[in-house]
């Protein structure tokens, strides 16, 4: 499957984690699930790894963090999650002044 086939694209990040795209309850991304999320979804959802490389965000600390990602191509589209799929963080603010 090449990215023109895919039905979505998902990406996921060593620096931020996530419940799987497709609701069932692996929890893929972040430090300690980044690994172990790709070949979920490949050995799982039968998805087709597309690309990996390195990404920029900004920390907790508001310094650039440096990350890597890895983006899927899915044979099928997602579901479309409940809102309780998806945790509620403030967004960041800066202090005024
Ligand atoms: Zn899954």
């Not at 309850?25 to 087709?48: K, M, Q, W």
């Not at 490389?53 to 920390?59: E, K, S």
């Amino acid at each position: 499957m090449n990215i023109q086939e895919s039905k979505a694209i998902i990406t996921i990040s060593n620096t931020a984690s996530h419940s799987c795209p497709f609701l069932c309850d692996e929890h893929i991304g972040g430090p300690d699930y980044f690994n172990r999320g790709v070949n979920h979804l490949i050995s799982a959802h039968s998805c087709t790894l597309l690309h990996v490389g390195g990404d920029t965000t900004v920390g907790l600390d508001d310094k650039p963090w440096q990350g890597t990602v890895a983006v899927l191509g899915s044979p099928i589209p997602l579901p479309d999650p409940p809102l309780s799929h998806f945790p509620v963080t403030p967004a960041p603010t800066k202090a005024a002044g």
